[in-house]
């Protein structure tokens, strides 16, 4: 079974820094990364990277956020940096496996205060 677990969200004032976890498990995974979904807005992507290292940033975050994974840990990390209060939403790790099976989190939520 397939779980995809997130940690680290939370509350921080504008200019600040966040990291955001994702532990999976139950399979191994071609791509990883982050999505998120602001209230009354469409989940939207952040950040991807496959497992090859390749990475994919939203226009908005380029610069400023940051996806790494360790791939013996089977986890994917998001630091963010700069925060602003548009970045504050729900966000969701996501994977994708080798069968091109999509996988959800159950989401954390960031808000960033101005």
Do not use: H
């Not at 496996?97 to 960033?112: A, E, H, L, M, P």
């Amino acid at each position: 079974q397939v779980q995809l677990v997130e940690s680290g969200g939370g509350l921080v004032q504008a200019g600040g820094s966040l990291r955001l976890s994702c532990a999976a498990s139950g399979s191994s995974f071609v791509v990883m990364g982050w999505y998120r979904q602001a209230p009354g807005k469409q989940r939207e992507l952040v950040a991807t990277i496959t497992s090859g290292s390749s990475t994919n940033y939203a226009d908005s975050v380029k610069g400023r956020f940051t996806i790494s994974r360790d791939a013996a840990k089977n986890t994917v990390t998001l630091q963010m940096n700069s925060l602003k209060p548009e970045d504050t939403a729900v966000y969701y790790c996501y994977a994708r496996n080798f069968f091109v099976s999509d996988y959800w989190g159950q989401g954390t939520q960031v808000t960033v205060s101005s």
